[in-house]
């Protein structure tokens, strides 16, 4: 018998902390690596009598989000309680939105948004070990600073089907947040967090198979590496005749073992009911109109105006958009000197920029985007070589300055026809053999002869110019 074939179904949930300057609901500021349980009041830690105030700027920056994923604004959305126990959860629920979001039916690239809505987050439990800050027992730690910053979470449709698919999504969700400016998008640190929710069917079924929700993954690569993880996982189950348990499940990037966190609870579990303390959130005209006009102008877009406008190919135009301050230098450059041709210096910028300096956005470097688009010009212009291009684009990342001055002081200028000629003969005597097979029509043995040159000029040589002097000199 053939072995089914099955096909995954995917859906995300992310949890995007905002970059507001206080808490959901209190006036705490919100801190990462402060000293623990610093900043709290009797709101976020729920003593009897507190009552919450909304965040004016995290419904701004919710909006802001919504209408980035082209989500349609609820006129009208109100706030609910979750209620469970957890020792991060000091009031014993967690104030978030249910059946009314801040927005829903969007869509970022091809994937449908369900919803996006605002919540707060919950403390931090510090697992200590004997190895850890407690010395004397293992134990468990709450540090409330985090608890009550403010959160969107935004939930796809199950719309993905391969854990690559996953991993492009959130690289675009999480530029486009970035651009947007809402949230530091840190992985590490925990201010973007994505939860998968998996299941499997046999390609060409309609209707869904059980679903298991990988936790708190905390970067691409380990969500895309735990998505395969559980998509093979459950096909082992289901091919050995078994079915799938709906679970919460947590997976090792160390080991790749997935291991269970406790079986998954229905929305019914946790007795949504609307928190009587907050007033609903009702957009003004106004609100919306100043969410909109701060939203600029986000990586797909802009990855599409670079290939129509500026024609450049399509994985260029995603590199420059994705990173944004990439691409901000780049039209910097572009503006900053007319003459230099959009598609070569935006090679220079994501090949041998990039290459120098890694991790590092270009604006903290000593490079000018005026100097960048300049030495293009001058390699275009054929003034100085590519290769002597790459050496003053090392002077410039280390040290900063204007192309031209560095071509003059190192003496990196093209090599001129009266010093080539020399070259030239010398190579010709040089290698013999070679000028014996190129005479005989072996047209690749001019390589020798080409290197020559080059190794003498140290790089400074129009390869077209020498090729055609050897040609001429051995009148070929
Ligand atoms: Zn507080």
Redesign the pocket.
């Given at each position: 018998m053939n072995a089914v074939e099955y096909e995954p179904v995917i859906g995300l949930e992310i949890h995007v902390q905002l970059r507001t300057r206080t808490?959901m609901f209190?006036?705490?500021a919100l801190s990462f690596g402060d000293e623990p349980n610093v900043?709290?009041?009797p709101?976020?830690?729920g003593h009897p009598g507190s009552l919450p105030v909304t965040n004016a700027q995290a419904v701004h920056y919710g909006l802001m989000i919504a209408m980035a994923l082209e989500c349609t604004i609820a006129p009208r959305s109100i706030f609910h309680r979750k209620n469970y126990f957890y020792p991060d959860l000091p009031k014993g629920y967690q104030i978030s939105q249910y059946d009314i979001p801040l927005g829903r039916d969007g869509h970022l690239g091809d994937v449908r948004i369900h919803r996006v809505h605002l919540e707060e987050d919950a403390a931090k439990l510090v697992h200590a070990g004997s190895s850890g800050r407690m010395h004397t027992a293992e134990a468990s730690v709450v540090d409330f600073n985090r608890g009550?910053t403010p959160l969107v979470e935004i939930v796809t449709e199950p719309d993905i089907r391969t854990a690559e698919q996953a991993g492009d999504f959130l690289r675009l969700l999480r530029a486009t947040l970035k651009r947007t400016g809402v949230s530091d998008v840190n992985m590490e640190e925990g201010s973007l967090r994505c939860d998968a929710n998996i299941s499997i069917r046999p390609v060409g079924e309609s209707n869904f198979g059980t679903k298991t929700e990988l936790k708190n993954m905390n970067s691409f690569r380990f969500i895309e590496r735990g998505i395969d993880a559980e998509v093979a996982r459950q096909q082992e189950i289901l091919r050995g005749g078994g079915e799938v348990e709906q679970e919460t499940l947590h997976y090792d990037p160390a080991t790749g073992a997935i291991s269970s966190l406790r079986s998954k609870e229905e929305a019914h579990d946790y007795r949504y009911f609307p928190e009587p303390d907050l007033v609903p959130i009702v957009p003004t005209e106004e609100m919306l109109e100043r969410a909109r006009a701060e939203l600029p102008e986000l990586p797909a877009a802009r990855a599409e105006r670079f290939e129509r406008e500026l024609g450049l190919n399509a994985e260029t135009a995603r590199l420059l958009s994705f990173r944004g301050e990439l691409g901000d230098f780049f039209e910097d450059a572009l503006g900053a000197d007319g003459e230099v041709e959009p598609a070569t210096l935006a090679n220079w910028v994501t090949g041998d920029l990039v290459a120098r300096l890694g991790d590092t956005e270009p604006q903290q470097s000593k490079v000018e985007p005026r100097a960048l688009a300049r030495l293009v010009e001058l390699v275009s212009a054929k003034t100085i070589s590519q290769s002597a291009g790459k050496t003053v684009l090392d002077v410039l990342a280390a040290e900063g300055g204007d192309p031209e001055r560095i071509v003059e002081e190192r003496s990196l200028g093209m090599a001129g026809a009266d010093e080539l000629e020399g070259i030239v003969d010398r190579a010709l005597e040089a290698n013999p053999q070679a000028v014996e097979e190129l005479r005989g029509g072996k047209a690749k043995a001019i390589g020798a002869i080409v290197g020559f040159v080059m190794r003498e000029t140290k790089g400074r040589a129009d390869g077209g110019e020498v090729n055609r002097l050897v040609r001429e000199k051995l009148q070929l």
């Open positions: 808490k209190c006036g705490c900043h709290t009041c709101v976020c830690l009550g």
